[in-house]
């Protein structure tokens, strides 16, 4: 679509000249939204009534004057724009089109006569705007003149669809990154003269905009602010974004000219039962499904049967969003519309019981998906957790407030045990672990449980004084209290630090004694499993290769029985070392690229690296040495995401010695010096899907070019590169992000 070109009239036709409509000249220029134009067009081509509808500020008046505008030559009778937030009175609607319309009529006909008959024979482009307050009398009008004039189209913004027989809805979601910074930047040159982003505060915008949830009326005002205050300033100050993005331009809507009057109208239009479930799903950060608002938001005044069609009526009227994810339907609220909800949830005295009624359903639901890690489940109990993250996160932050219920916070971050380990997560596990163990707390199961998962965090991530430390503590504090399970992992992760500090001797005999206490006492699940490999690697590499494999096949065959997946990689490791060894690198490259594959569709960012250390030297013996040292450098890469490099571990760093040793040999120093370094430039994603080759050649299981991870698994890191925890965004607590 194409903006029009408007001839300016002269002098002898300007009266004479047919009214073509009513839209007004734009002030200002359009920024963004190239996407949602493309989009909506054929919609208007298949429905006569199609309604753009969006949360408060989103930028619908703009989006649908600039649809019209782009369109207006397809209407031989005009474009005609009906602005309907100041028509307060029902009764006042078909008068309020009657002007929008420019219609005079001095007969006693009623006013919707009046419009059916211009309408009828017309072909016109009726744009209504702001009809919230009016939606049903609205609809009723909408549909009539729909029917009674067969050229008419109509064209609606608001925050809720009409529901008129026909209608297409177009949901305008937030800008996104991009536009967002173009029109940011675009706003506050107009207040700054010579105001331009430049490299240095590009990040601060960013961060800024994304704040802002991308909305374009929180932008403008927010850009507005720069008269007076620095980029810097303006962020620091998003916390009472409320009380700082106001003084809006006073040519605007009343409802635009703040961004709390803009939300405000939106609190208006909902239903006592609505207002108080906005209110109560405040207490959520990030997504949230169905089952967490019933249980969680039901109560006093919202009985639990109800939810479901209060929730329908918020997200009809664009209060809560609704996304599709690899979990289900998932809602969340933008933090605009979080924070306005939750200064109702706090003056309604209710914040503090909400916010331990969220935290215990996300406790729960930790428990269940750490039993489902040990099943067929298990990556959907991935997937899961990494959905409900940012829950997580408030619910441990919640528990950390008060000293009677630091327990539930060790708990939790005890419990996320295989997120950490298993799902590329251990920077943010050693955050969380270090932060709840902190606090003074009881010797109670909860806290041995948390101390074993750091010591094992800490093994992983090569800190053997750390992990010395948390696990010595949490075996003589569970042996004083009898919690024989506590000591059982405290001497299993014993057991790998010995292997990855070089002493498989004393690895074998630890893990072999963990795995009689663990039997003792019952246990088998994923760690059990882990137990029993490491054990596998210990006796590998004092050179039993016969009995490394014997352990691990066992181990294969409980994986196969259970549904695991992720020890089965670990499993796979093992046997595949076994058999580099024994000479069959054929049989070791089928086991390290399952491996491989299951590693990275987990994103465990450990098992990666190393099952691509052991191919890269598989390759090297197969004669690609300069494939080998793109692996390697492909596994540089990733160490230091997980931690120290092959753990400092002289028997975890022979093969990729051997390999750089092999391909030197053959490419010269400065061919593989250059070969790694172009490894060192794929992403996680081109890494996994170029080792999984024969050499350079034909693919074998590779995941598909796009990306995409095998059926059943959670999705690696869009990015393919390092997901880190980022700052909190509930000021004063610590942590990661919420969101």
């Not at 010579?194 to 990040?203: I, K, V």
């Not at 419990?415 to 707390?441: I, M, N």
């Not at 024969?694 to 991870?709: I, K, L």
């Amino acid at each position: 679509m194409r903006r029009p070109q408007r001839p300016s009239p002269t002098p002898d036709d300007a009266e004479s000249a047919p009214v073509r409509g009513n839209l007004p000249a734009e002030l200002n220029t359009f920024v963004g939204r190239d996407d949602e134009l493309a989009e909506i067009e054929p919609l208007l081509r298949e429905s006569r009534l199609v309604t753009v509808a969006g949360v408060a500020g989103v930028g619908k008046t703009r989006f649908v004057s600039r649809v019209a505008a782009l369109m207006e030559k397809r209407y031989c009778d005009g474009v005609w724009i009906a602005e309907l937030s100041a028509a307060q009175d029902p009764e006042l609607l078909e008068h309020a089109l009657v002007d929008a319309l420019g219609l005079t009529d001095h007969t006693g006909r009623p006013p919707r006569a009046v419009l059916v008959e211009h309408c009828a024979g017309r072909r016109l482009l009726l744009v209504i705007d702001g009809f919230e307050h009016l939606a049903d009398a609205c609809a009723g009008l909408v549909r009539e003149l729909l029917r009674r004039a067969p050229r008419l189209q109509v064209l609606a913004a608001g925050r809720r669809p009409l529901r008129v027989d026909g209608e297409l809805t177009y949901p305008l979601l937030p800008m996104n990154d991009d536009d967002a910074m173009e029109l940011f930047a675009r706003r506050a040159a107009a207040v700054r003269p010579g105001f331009r982003l430049t490299d240095a505060d590009r990040g601060t915008a960013r961060e800024l905009c994304r704040r802002l949830d991308g909305i374009p009326l929180a932008l403008e005002l927010a850009a507005g602010r720069l008269r007076a205050l620095t980029m810097e300033q303006v962020l620091h100050r998003l916390d009472d974004r409320f009380r700082l993005l106001t003084g809006g331009s006073p040519s605007a809507l009343p409802r635009h000219q703040t961004l709390r009057t803009a939300i405000g109208w939106s609190h208006e239009l909902c239903a006592p039962e609505q207002r108080l479930l906005w209110a109560r799903l405040s207490v959520f950060a990030g997504q949230f499904d169905l089952e967490a608002v019933e249980y969680i938001c039901s109560g006093d005044g919202l009985p639990a049967d109800s939810v479901l069609d209060v929730l329908d009526e918020l997200l009809a009227q664009s209060v809560v969003l609704r996304e599709d994810s690899a979990v289900g339907s998932r809602y969340r609220l933008l933090d605009t519309v979080r924070e306005y909800g939750a200064e109702w949830l706090r003056a309604a005295g209710d914040a503090e019981r909400l916010r331990r009624r969220h935290r215990d359903w996300y406790l729960g639901l930790a428990t269940w998906c750490e039993l489902d890690w040990f099943s067929p489940r298990q990556a959907e109990a991935a997937a899961r957790v990494d959905s409900e993250l940012p829950n997580l996160r408030r619910a441990m932050e919640c528990s950390m407030e008060s000293p009677d219920e630091v327990h539930l916070a060790q708990y939790l971050a005890g419990t996320l045990w295989f997120y950490w380990v298993g799902c590329g997560r251990l920077s943010e596990g050693r955050h969380w672990l270090d932060h709840v163990l902190e606090a003074e707390s009881p010797y109670d199961h909860s806290r041995l449980k948390a101390l074993w998962v750091l010591g094992y965090v800490s093994v992983l991530q090569g800190d053997p004084v750390g992990a010395v430390s948390a696990l010595q503590e949490c075996r003589e504090e569970g042996e004083r209290s009898g919690d024989a399970t506590a000591v059982a992992y405290a001497v299993h992760r014993t057991g790998c630090l010995s292997i990855v500090t070089d002493d498989p001797v004393r690895a074998e005999e630890l893990l072999r004694e963990a795995l009689a206490r663990y039997r003792e006492t019952g246990e088998l699940n994923s760690n059990v499993l882990m137990a029993q490999v490491e054990l596998g690697m210990a006796v590998a590499f004092r050179g039993d290769l016969d009995e490394a494999a014997a352990i691990c096949d066992e181990v294969r065959e409980i994986c196969e029985d259970h549904g695991e997946r992720w020890a089965l990689a670990y499993a796979l490791y093992v046997l595949g070392f076994a058999a580099l060894r024994s000479g069959e690198s054929g049989r070791a490259r089928r086991m390290l690229g399952e491996s491989l594959s299951i590693a990275h569709a987990f994103h465990d960012l450990l098992g990666t690296a190393l099952s691509l250390e052991l191919l890269a030297l598989i390759t090297a013996v197969e004669g690609e040495p300069a494939e080998a040292a793109v692996l390697q450098g492909a596994a540089d890469r990733i160490w230091p995401s997980v931690g120290l490099p092959l753990f400092g571990s002289v028997h975890y760093g022979k093969p990729r010695a051997e390999c750089e040793e092999r391909a030197r040999a053959e490419l010269g120093d400065a061919r593989y010096d250059a070969e790694r370094r172009s490894g060192r430039r794929l992403d996680a994603r081109a890494a996994v899907a170029r080792a999984l080759r024969d050499g350079a050649g034909d693919t074998r299981t590779a995941p598909e070019s796009d990306g995409t991870v095998p059926e059943g698994m959670p999705g690696a890191d869009p990015a393919g590169g390092t997901r880190r925890p980022a700052a909190s965004r509930t000021t004063g607590r610590g942590g990661p992000e919420l969101g």
